[in-house]
Nanobody, 124 residues
Framework: QVQLVESGGGLVQAGGSLRLSCAAS????????MGWFRQAPGKEREFVAA????????DYVDSVKGRFTISRDNTKNTVYLQMNSLKPEDTAVYYC?????????????????WGQGTQVTVSS
C-alpha cells in the first residue's frame, strides 16, 4: 500500500509559478511510475504529466508542454510538478498517482494509488 500526500497548491496570478510536491509513505517510490492529473470544476479528470521510475522518461499533455516539468527524488520519496507561466485554465485540483505497471498505466489513470489532491487557482 502506498499513501500519497500532495502539497504546494495555492492562489497565483496568471504568468506565475507554483511547485507541487507529492510525498509517499508506506513503500518506496523508486519502483513506481508516477504522474499528475488534474480536475477542473465540471470537467473530467485529465492526465497532466508522468515520469518513469528512474526519471529518464517523461510524458506531458500537450497543453502544458514547455510550461510544466515533472521530476522526482527517490531518496526523498517525492515527486514534483514545477508549473511555470500559469494560465487561468490551469485552475484545478491536482492529484498525484503512483503505479508500478508503467507509464502507459499512469497516463491511463485507471489503476494505481491516488493522493487526496491539492487546489491550484490561477487568477487572470
Amino acid at each position: 500500500q502506498v499513501q500519497l500526500v500532495e502539497s504546494g497548491g495555492g492562489l497565483v496570478q496568471a504568468g506565475g509559478s507554483l511547485r507541487l510536491s507529492c510525498a509517499a509513505s508506506g513503500r518506496t517510490l523508486s519502483t513506481y511510475y508516477m504522474g499528475w492529473f488534474r480536475q477542473a470544476p465540471g470537467k473530467e479528470r485529465e492526465f497532466v504529466a508522468a515520469i518513469s521510475w528512474g526519471g529518464g522518461r517523461t510524458d506531458y499533455v500537450d497543453s502544458v508542454k514547455g510550461r510544466f516539468t515533472i521530476s522526482r527524488d527517490n531518496t526523498k520519496n517525492t515527486v514534483y510538478l514545477q508549473m511555470n507561466s500559469l494560465k487561468p485554465e490551469d485552475t484545478a485540483v491536482y492529484y498525484c498517482i503512483a503505479d508500478p505497471r508503467g507509464l502507459t498505466a499512469v497516463v491511463a489513470g485507471t489503476t494505481g494509488y491516488w493522493g487526496q489532491g491539492t487546489q491550484v487557482t490561477v487568477s487572470s
